[in-house]
């Protein structure tokens, strides 16, 4: 059985009220107000054993530090959302048709991986 200690209860509590992907530093910065002494090396420690008990599982955008989501958001398609200000990754929901009229004869898809980049409604505000 996994252990609850305070970090990773203030932890999954940072992921819970987000309710979007968080990077290690964004988690450092929510989960801070619940545990005013944790750390990154904490956080990364917690973050490895979390996704060793499928608790969060990591969210890999091209070029870019992982984000972990949740495993209940992980488990039903949907795509990710980057602001190129703040840096902030959104969920998306829905799904494109259509992807299977780009392939070349002969080719079989198996699968995809959509992200859409732009700013924010906050950072698209400020623009
Ligand atoms: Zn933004
Ligand atoms: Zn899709």
């Given at each position: 059985m996994?252990?609850?200690t305070?970090?990773?209860?203030?932890i999954e509590?940072?992921?819970?009220?987000a309710g979007r992907?968080?990077?290690p530093?964004?988690?450092?910065?929510a989960?801070?107000?619940?545990v005013?002494?944790l750390?990154l090396?904490?956080v990364?420690?917690t973050?490895?054993?979390?996704?060793?008990?499928?608790a969060?599982h990591?969210v890999?955008?091209?070029?870019?530090p992982a984000?972990y989501?949740l495993?209940?958001?992980?488990?039903?398609h949907?795509?990710?959302?980057?602001?190129?200000?703040?840096?902030?990754?959104?969920?998306?929901e829905g799904?494109?048709?259509?992807?299977?009229k780009?392939?070349?004869?002969g080719?079989?898809?198996?699968?995809?991986d959509?992200v859409l980049?732009?700013f924010?409604d906050?950072?698209?505000a400020q623009?």
């Amino acid at each position: 059985m996994q252990r609850q200690t305070p970090q990773r209860v203030a932890i999954e509590s940072a992921f819970a009220s987000a309710g979007r992907p968080l990077g290690p530093q964004e988690i450092l910065d929510a989960a801070r107000e619940h545990v005013p002494s944790l750390n990154l090396a904490t956080v990364y420690r917690t973050l490895k054993r979390m996704v060793e008990d499928h608790a969060i599982h990591p969210v890999a955008l091209p070029g870019e530090p992982a984000r972990y989501e949740l495993q209940s958001a992980a488990e039903h398609h949907h795509h990710h959302f980057r602001c190129r200000r703040c840096d902030a990754v959104f969920d998306l929901e829905g799904c494109v048709e259509g992807l299977k009229k780009l392939l070349p004869r002969g080719f079989r898809m198996t699968g995809h991986d959509i992200v859409l980049f732009g700013f924010c409604d906050t950072c698209g505000a400020q623009a």
